[in-house]
């Protein structure tokens, strides 16, 4: 699995922010089509946990979802927070990220096809930037590729619809590194006191469930409450 360094929970989650830690990037203009159902949403709200970090997932009113991660800088806890759109697909699903820094968004979408699991683990596959570099220099997608001595970054331009059609195509399967996935794990918090008070009444999770068990966790989850 690949190892992130940098400003903390923004920089894991934007998978490698080439303007931050020097890293080749691939970015959109615009995000992908937000397809989301009530259902995926369920999948990715809550904690998660990656290289130490813990990620808050939430979707609000507006359908988009929202993540945020608390930093230590300057001396004082400060929020980091940033805007999710889902692309859920029938074979190949993908995440659009973007983050709000001093009040105003970023004008570029990073993004990476996801994947749940069976064990519960969110698993996010980042862009190859030499695949994405030749579908612009062939005239596949329109967009720009900045080269530097060592690196490349890529930023697309094609309208989101036409964006998805090149990734969902079949013949198109080695966009994504799929070998060194960035992997989140779930997070299972003890339950609030109101909570602990419902199930000693009968109300809640029944007598003789541990702290933090959920119905259903998988094998993977509970060894990761033991660490």
Not at 186 to 210: V, Y
Request: contains cysteine.
């Amino acid at each position: 699995m690949k190892r992130f360094h940098g400003n903390g929970i923004i920089l894991a989650f934007l998978f490698l922010m080439s303007t931050l830690c020097g890293c080749a990037s691939v970015t959109m203009r615009q995000s992908l089509p937000e397809k989301v159902d009530a259902p995926e949403k369920a999948l990715f709200e809550g904690e998660w946990v990656s290289e130490g970090q813990i990620i808050y997932i939430r979707f609000g009113e507006g359908g988009h979802g929202r993540f945020a991660g608390v930093d230590w800088k300057e001396g004082r806890f400060q929020l980091d927070d940033g805007e999710m759109i889902v692309t859920k697909g029938e074979g190949r699903s993908f995440l659009s990220v973007r983050i709000e820094e001093n009040g105003v968004w970023d004008e570029r979408y990073y993004f990476a096809r996801y994947c749940f699991t069976e064990s519960g683990d969110l698993e996010l596959w980042l862009p190859d930037t030499k695949a994405f570099a030749e579908a612009i220099e062939k005239g596949t997608l329109e967009g720009v590729v900045e080269k530097g001595k060592h690196t490349q970054s890529v930023t697309i331009s094609s309208k989101p619809e036409k964006v998805l059609s090149f990734l969902n195509d079949p013949a198109h399967d080695a966009l994504f590194d799929s070998k060194e996935p960035m992997i989140l794990k779930r997070l299972i918090l003890p339950p609030a006191a109101s909570e602990k008070d419902g199930a000693s009444s009968g109300e809640g999770p029944a007598a003789g469930t541990e702290v933090g068990e959920d119905v259903g966790q998988s094998p993977a989850l509970k060894e990761l409450l033991k660490e």
